[in-house]
């Protein structure tokens, strides 16, 4: 085991005029005109996430007020990926060493306070550094962690798996832990783009990090943490609920926690703006209320850096024809860590309903205007048709992992004309074009379906091929 290099990579900087950029590895570093540095902000990624994606959402609260530099995970994100086991200490030893790098070639300007955020296993990390390195940080926000996180038993196990299988297999679990009820159907784009991240993330990579959260427990070791800190916790969060940040804020010796209402386990993705407030006010304090009024005119500014920032973070729309992000909630139901007793929500929908999976992917196949246009047209009526089909044809079917999106949408065009169901099939075609079927591969179909269904039903099928075609080409 060693202690891992990470990469650092700056999500907010100084909103005034820049003179200069320097640049080493993912770093830039700003040298600002006429404006006073800022207190910096190290803020850490939980497992299958990229900081970017993560971190992103809240950087427009946030740049006014920090300097924010993220650090990523090995093979997740911007990290390296990584061939040997580290454990969270020895992870813990490389956000120092990298903070203290950037510091050492004058790439980072400290001065004016140096704070530390992490979510899950970054706030795992946070909770460490509180431990070794005390002192080094003016606080410490451990988000959405716990000072034990599960069972060294299923953290070795899901390594094992993840290894083998690849991350994609963790999609579907994870969609369900991360998010609240609803937000995968009201934020398709942030849930999407970190769903893409853990499906991307290096296998090795995340089961290093899962081995090392099977080592970690410091329940025993809070009350040496002397720095200032806030625990906050997620209310929908089943795998480290509100009493684990509880617990922890008791332990330290002056330790603080906090709710944010709307989250499950990726607070700052899910409701960037009651996170962001609660750094801000924790860290800041009266400073930040001091500040407010000279930090306003530059909010704007902050606000267009950090959404550069966030489409940063997207992933390429083709990943979602691999694997179909939004098999992110598709068993959610049953994923680990989903229990009853967490609640309903607003629609009478538990947390982890296929519902909101089969939203998601249902607007990716077919298009937002097409679903906009089929749940305006919707009433009592067909209302519960409509909820049918979005969360068993398109929440359990659609997102499996089993068959990619080109492979569906071939067997579903084969379908709808075997059956004559012409209106769907133009539909589907459409769906076919957007799932990345060419042209080509869908004359391959329709000419396979020529003599196993008939040539009459081929010829109806082409003529509804060909002018969705010319309606792409147009």
Known sequence: MSQPQLVATLLSATTSEKTSTAKEDNFAVVVPQNEAPKPVLIVGPSLGTGVKALWGPAIPALAPHFTVVGWDLPGHGDGTPVTEGFSIEELAAAVKTLVEKLQAEHELDAS?????????????????????????????????????IGTPEAWNERADLVEKAGTPTMVVGSAQRWFAPGFIEKNPTVSTDLLHTLQDADRFSYAFVSRALAGYDVREQLGRISDPLIAIAGRHDAVCPPSDAEFAASQVQQGHSAVVESAAHLAPAEDPEATSQLLIDFFLGEQADANSDAAAPAADAAARSADSAVSEATVADSAVGTMGVAAAAAGAAASEGATASEGASASGRLPGDTYDAGMVVRREVLGNEHVDRASASSNAFTDEFQEMITRYAWGTIWTRPGLTRVTRSAVTLTAMIAGGYWEELEMHVHAALRNGMTPEEIKEVFLQ???????????????IGKKVLEEYEG
Do not use: E
């Not at 990390?125 to 606080?139: A, D, H, V």
């Open 112 to 148: 004016q306070g140096l704070y530390y955020a992490g979510v899950s296993v970054g706030g795992a990390t946070g909770y460490q550094l509180g431990i070794s390195f005390p002192g080094f940080f003016n606080g410490i926000a451990p988000i959405c962690t716990a000072a034990k």
């Open 449 to 463: 379906t020529a003599i196993y269904c008939s040539v009459p039903a081929a010829n109806v099928a082409f003529k």
